[in-house]
């Protein structure tokens, strides 16, 4: 097969596979976004690699980490999908049978995933049956491109080629009398024996007589009607597949819940949070606002597409070692006197000065209130929660009950949650990484014990408590920043969920620590703003930050990587002063 014909062959693998992808999703919108196949694999692909390649992927692509997956995906896919193309122009049974697994194995990741039953099946098994029927369209059918079945033509015959003085000549052409030379056909050859070579080389001949000039032989051209034909068809279904795509995610979020979101009013809270004091925003360039927008907050989950849960048919199931097991559905819980909290929350993949964390102010149901009513068992020393997509976080029993106020959130910054932050209903802790408590999209909560059971991340090797490190982060400057010489205002937040921050201290160039100014906060449960006046002198210098909880320790200088329980070690910049 030419270079050209591979590359025809490669386009209508890539053309069958993203028919199959594209089909899928407006399939998918009767069956549930999750069935749809590159969402389904996405999803097994989440669960099964490496915790160092999923680590990695968030530092490298924060919170676009599920796009750049299912881009990446996306690609992986292509590159198969263009090897079974080859494959099939050898033959059509091998790029079927590739398309095939290719099916297969969405209709195993879509049934295998939480809550699926048989029709999740189908948008795989739509998918693969017209990949299928693309592939043969392009290998065996209509679009079939001619050089695929091209074979080199036999050359012709003719009079023996000019022969200059001296040659040597066939027996054909040799006249009454002339001598035939060793080893011509004129000569007989003993049994067994190798006929002798002529001085001059043997000479060919064909069939139909003496040797024929040939023409050396091309390589193959590609018939113009059928590379148009091929093209246009390839054009039409890659152009119908970005649609189908494109259509069906569209439909999907029409079908979604953000209507039902927006037609909520959210009750007045018993107990409002307390305001904001003067001077907690230092309202600094590049600082990082005291209350973070809804907009702005930070989202690390597992879930590929967002679920939609409808807020009518929501329930909440709290059972397991309880004295009696309750059901909440989501107006039970609007009924219930609510109460408003500003609570800080951190990701455990958070970097040393990284932005995996957000202040907000938080509306819901104190979740002390709803275990009391179900008498947890003495023993029960772990809630597990769990979300509409199976996945799970564990909790102590002891931090939902300790007075701290953890909440079963309906609302965020006055407003109902958003969607991709759990809406209708999440789990707010205060003082505990949210891979240990902050359950989004919640539908059960499970009295246990941390001996029988390892939520999600903790068989990929995570800590089973995640309490929230004593963190400090410089905002301003920020790192290779250049700078003028004099009053330079260095700023940022700092946090210990639960038992506040007492103290933040700067330095430059490993010199004494200078402490810094506190900007007011809310509560203990919120990080704080602080600020220091440094007198820069020109050249390149060092910052670096600590800060000092409540409790008096300090945060180490001990760096240590995210996993198993948080970071550690002190935020350091360099930046250069002119």
Not at 49 to 67: H, N, Y
Not at 116 to 133: E, K
Not at 323 to 339: C, F, I, K, N, Q
Not at 392 to 420: H, I, K, Q, S, Y
């Amino acid at each position: 097969m030419s270079t050209t014909s591979r590359r025809y062959a490669a386009l209508a693998g890539i053309t069958a596979a993203a028919v199959a992808i594209g089909i899928a999703e407006p399939v998918a919108v009767l069956t549930g976004p999750r069935s749809a196949p590159l969402v389904a694999v996405g999803g097994v692909v989440v669960d099964a690699v490496p915790e160092s390649l999923k680590q990695l992927a968030i530092d490298l692509f924060g919170t676009a980490d599920k796009i750049a997956l299912l881009v990446g995906t996306a690609v992986l896919l292509g590159g198969f999908a263009a090897l079974f193309g080859v494959l099939a122009v050898r033959r059509l049974a091998l790029g079927l049978a590739g398309i095939a697994a290719f099916g297969a194995i969405g209709v195993a990741a879509a049934l295998t995933r939480s809550g699926a039953d048989l029709a999740d099946a189908l948008p795989s098994v739509v998918g693969a049956g017209l990949g299928a029927l693309v592939l043969w369209l392009f290998i065996g059918g209509p679009f079939e491109l001619d050089p695929w079945t091209w074979s080199p033509p036999t050359p012709p015959a003719g009079p023996v080629a000019s022969a200059g003085p001296g040659s040597q000549a066939g027996p054909e052409s040799a006249g009454p009398g002339s001598p035939v030379g060793p080893g011509s056909p004129g000569e007989s050859v003993p049994p067994g024996e190798s006929a002798p070579v002529s001085p001059a080389g043997p000479v060919p001949v064909t069939p139909a007589g003496p040797t024929a000039a040939v023409e050396p032989v091309g390589p193959a051209e590609v018939d113009p009607e059928s590379r148009r034909r091929f093209l246009t068809g390839s054009g039409v279904l890659l152009g119908t597949a970005v649609v189908a795509g494109l259509g069906g995610r569209w439909l999907a979020g029409r079908r979604g819940v953000s209507a039902a979101r927006d037609a909520i009013r959210l009750p007045a809270p018993v107990a409002p949070a307390p305001a904001v004091p003067a001077g907690a925003d230092l309202s600094l360039t590049q600082l990082a606002p005291y209350v973070t927008p809804n907009f702005g907050f930070y989202r690390i989950d597992t879930a590929l597409v967002v679920p939609q849960v409808d807020p009518d048919t929501w329930r909440l199931r709290i059972h397991g070692r309880v004295g009696r097991e309750r059901t909440y559905s989501y107006a039970d819980l609007l009924a219930r006197p609510l109460v408003e909290r500003y609570v800080t929350l951190a990701c455990v993949s958070n970097e040393v000065g990284g932005d995996l964390i957000g202040n907000a102010l938080w509306l819901g149901v104190p979740l002390r209130e709803l275990l009391d009513e179900v008498e947890p068992d003495d023993d029960a020393d772990q809630v597990v929660g769990r979300s509409v997509d199976g996945w799970t976080c564990g909790t102590p029993t002891a931090a939902l009950r300790d007075g701290r106020d953890a909440l079963l959130a309906v609302g965020m910054n006055g407003e109902p949650l958003p969607v991709e932050h759990g809406f209708p209903v999440r789990v707010v802790v205060p003082g505990l990484y949210g891979y240990v408590s902050a359950c989004k999209w919640v539908t059960e909560l499970e009295l246990t014990r941390f001996a029988d059971f390892d939520a999600y991340w903790v068989p990929r090797g995570w800590s089973r408590q995640g309490p929230i490190k004593t963190q400090s982060r410089i905002d301003t400057p920020r790192g290779r920043n250049r700078l003028t010489a004099g009053p330079v205002t260095v700023a940022g937040v700092a946090w210990a969920q639960h038992r506040g921050i007492r103290r933040v201290e700067v330095r430059v160039d490993d010199g004494p620590w200078q402490e810094a100014v506190l900007a007011p906060t809310v509560s203990v449960d919120t990080w704080v703003q602080w600020s220091w006046r440094w007198d820069a002198t020109p050249g390149e210098h060092r910052l670096q930050v600590r800060a000092t909880d409540a409790t008096g320790e300090t945060q180490t200088e001990r760096t240590q990587d995210v996993v198993p329980d948080g970071a550690t070690g002190w935020h350091t910049i360099t930046v250069t002063v002119r």
